[in-house]
Structures are given as structure tokens and as C-alpha cells.
């Protein structure tokens, strides 16, 4: 079965400093893998995705991540953290088996920047 | 060009009793996911609905149905509500015309407290 683990549940992190959020996820084929960011209270928005291709990803905020196959990792960087950053992150795997299609989301990364 | 949207955003109800949630999809989608999430969890997948079929469903009972009407919004039906079945709601659009796994659009979620 396919499964996501973010190791981390709680992150904290000066404002500027450089953040990575790890993630690996288990799955049988080529995933594709996504990392959403949540505000309190909020839906979910999509910061960026990997289907093929280049392992390096860049997405919207200025965060990049590198899909790392040998060490089944997607993990999420930001060179220089906001304050305006300070969200839940959470990173799925795309499951299409059966025909449809599911995500399958690890249980998210609090991220804290402190001033 | 308008985003998912859900309503309502909060809603509260007693045990054993039926609740409705509704969805529109980002216009041009052609397909619904419904997810649950818990508080401090990831969101899990319910059911997915393509062309007014469920097209796909997670490990809920029953008890949850859905619908996808031929304007492709949609309707989560959950009947004998339980405790457990507080969560924030979320439904997600996308537009599947090819294999493989297509982005999801999230709306902002309708927030149901059982009690």
C-alpha cells in the first residue's frame, strides 16, 4: 500500500534562516508526488509537483524539491524562510490504480519562524 | 476563472443525524475528489467522481455517499453521524483526460463538528 511519512511534525526556524521538510513515501510504481501548504483554517494549496523529468523541482514562494529515487525522498527546501511561511505542510503521493486517481498525504510538517 | 468553492463552511450537528456538503468545481474540471481530515492529520481520501460515477473510493463505510452532477458539482451525503466524523471536509477538482495523475485543485473546506 502506498504511504507518505513526514518525519517531522513540528518545525521551527528563524525568519531567513534555510528550511528543508523531509518526506518519503512508499509506492510500487513511478509516483507522483506533490507538496501542498496549509493556512489555519484553510484549503490546501499546491506549491509544487513532480511527474518525470528533471528531479529538481521548483515551484511558486521560492521553494524547490529533488525527488530522490534511491532513498524513495521528496524533501522541500527554501533557502530563506518568511514569516509569511508559517503554515502545515503536507506531502502526497499520486495514486492512479483502479482508474482513479488519489492522493495519499503524509500527516504534515507545523513549520514555526520565529522573528 | 473561479476556484472550487464549498458550503457552508461550518456546520454542527448531534449524533445519528444526516448532513449534505456541497462543492462546484473549478470551471473546465471534469472530476471530484472528497477528502477527510482530521484534526492534526493528513487529509484521507473518501471518493472520487468522474462523468457522475464514483469513480473510486477509500476506506469509508457506506455511510458516505456522494454525488457529481452533469455541471460536474458535487454533493458529500453522510448519514448516522458519528463523533469520529468531526473533520474538516475538503473536495478537490481537476480535469482527467489523459493517464496518469492530473493536479487537484482543493476549495477551502467545510469544517463539521458532531456532538
Known amino acids: 500500500a502506498q504511504s507518505v511519512t513526514q518525519p517531522d511534525i513540528h518545525i521551527t526556524v528563524s525568519e531567513g534562516a534555510s528550511l528543508e521538510l523531509r518526506c518519503n513515501y512508499s509506492?510500487?510504481?513511478?509516483?507522483?508526488l506533490f507538496w501542498y501548504v496549509q493556512s489555519p483554517g484553510q484549503g490546501l494549496q499546491l506549491l509544487l509537483k513532480?511527474?518525470?523529468?528533471?528531479?529538481l523541482v521548483q515551484g511558486i514562494k521560492g521553494f524547490e524539491a529533488e525527488f530522490k529515487r534511491s532513498q524513495s525522498s521528496f524533501n522541500l527546501r527554501k533557502p530563506s524562510v518568511h514569516w509569511s511561511d508559517a503554515a502545515e505542510y503536507f506531502c502526497?503521493?499520486?495514486?492512479?490504480?483502479?482508474?482513479?486517481?488519489?492522493?495519499?498525504f503524509g500527516k504534515g510538517t507545523k513549520l514555526t519562524v520565529n522573528p | 476563472e473561479t476556484g472550487v468553492t464549498q458550503s457552508p463552511t461550518h456546520l454542527i450537528k448531534t449524533r445519528g443525524q444526516q448532513v449534505t456538503l456541497r462543492c462546484s468545481s473549478q470551471?473546465?474540471?471534469?472530476?471530484v475528489s472528497w477528502y477527510q481530515q482530521a484534526l492534526g492529520q493528513g487529509p484521507q481520501f473518501i471518493f472520487q467522481?468522474?462523468?457522475?460515477?464514483?469513480?473510486g473510493r477509500g476506506n469509508f463505510p457506506p455511510r458516505f455517499s456522494g454525488l457529481q452532477f452533469p455541471n460536474y458539482s458535487s454533493e458529500l451525503n453522510v448519514n448516522a453521524l458519528e463523533l469520529d466524523d468531526s473533520a474538516l471536509y475538503l473536495c478537490?477538482?481537476?480535469?482527467?483526460?489523459?493517464?496518469?495523475?492530473?493536479?487537484?485543485?482543493f476549495g477551502p473546506g467545510t469544517r463539521l463538528t458532531v456532538l
Open positions: 467522481y468522474y462523468r457522475e460515477e464514483e469513480n
Open positions: 513532480y511527474f518525470s523529468g528533471d528531479t
Open positions: 502526497a503521493v499520486g495514486n492512479s490504480q483502479g482508474g482513479s486517481e488519489k492522493l495519499v
Open positions: 509506492y510500487g510504481a513511478t509516483p507522483y
Open positions: 470551471s473546465g474540471h471534469n472530476t
Open positions: 478537490a477538482s481537476s480535469l482527467v483526460r489523459t493517464s496518469g495523475s492530473h493536479e487537484q485543485f
